[in-house]
T-cell receptor, first 114, second 111 residues
Framework: DSGVTQTPKHLITATGQRVTLRCSPRSGDLSVYWYQQSLDQGLQFLIQYYNGEERAKGNILERFSAQQFPDLHSELNLSSLELGDSALYFC?????????????FGEGSWLTVV | EDQVTQSPEALRLQEGESSSLNCSYTVSGLRGLFWYRQDPGKGPEFLFT???AGEEKEKERLKATLTKKESFLHITAPKPEDSATYLCAVQAGQAGTALIFGKGTTLSVSS
């Protein structure tokens, strides 16, 4: 158990809909990272928050947004969903702003868009 | 553009048959190279971090090494429980603080 908690574990929704994925980082970790994993693309970095502020941005679509709340949990919002958004979405956390050797991943949220 | 390439994509071994997985990278300013293990439907599990060429780290049957252009994950006398996908990732200057992952090598060890 990495200590990173993600909900929901599985989600099935229709095209055009909006979903929210939630992540609770490990106790004491201030950074939260979001990654998307699909069969053909591997793990793709989406966005990082550190202590409530956006710190780094990757290949995140404009239809996607994220935020980190004062209690340090984070939410990834996916809107106007398309079939191609079906993937495993991972959250990871680390104590500081840089991953170093202490970045741990959650179990992921499976999103299926039908 | 920063890139990480892993080979082979898939590897099938007999129990006890040692082998190596390769991770080659092209990045500006390597700040760290990471190895993770991922089981089906699970999150990546941290294995090693290497920071400079010549560095080596070991954990049970696994040994990771780093050169200026690539890293190897050596698996000695593997067991069926070593079957998993092994992911390599780099933290590079241009990418800020993000980890850039390769697509992984899926290892299957049969008894």
């Amino acid at each position: 158990d990495s200590g990173v908690t993600q909900t929901p574990k599985h989600l099935i929704t229709a095209t055009g809909q909006r979903v929210t994925l939630r992540c609770s980082p490990r106790s004491g970790d201030l950074s939260v990272y979001w990654y998307q994993q699909s069969l053909d693309q591997g793990l793709q970095f989406l966005i990082q928050y550190y202590n409530g502020e956006e710190r780094a941005k990757g290949n995140i679509l404009e239809r996607f947004s994220a935020q980190q709340f004062p209690d340090l949990h984070s939410e990834l919002n996916l809107s106007s969903l398309e079939l191609g958004d079906s993937a495993l979405y991972f959250c990871a956390s680390s104590p500081g702003p840089v991953p170093g050797n202490t970045i741990y991943f959650g179990e992921g949220s499976w999103l299926t868009v039908v | 553009e920063d890139q990480v390439t892993q080979s082979p994509e898939a590897l099938r071994l007999q129990e006890g048959e040692s082998s190596s997985l390769n991770c080659s990278y092209t990045v500006s300013g390597l700040r760290g190279l990471f190895w993770y293990r991922q089981d089906p439907g699970k999150g990546p599990e941290f294995l090693f971090t290497l920071y400079s060429a010549g560095e080596e780290k070991e954990k049970e049957r696994l040994k990771a090494t780093l050169t200026k252009k690539e890293s190897f994950l050596h698996i000695t006398a593997p067991k069926p429980e070593d079957s998993a996908t092994y992911l390599c990732a780099v933290q590079a200057g241009q990418a800020g603080t993000a980890l850039i992952f390769g697509k992984g090598t899926t290892l299957s060890v049969s008894s």
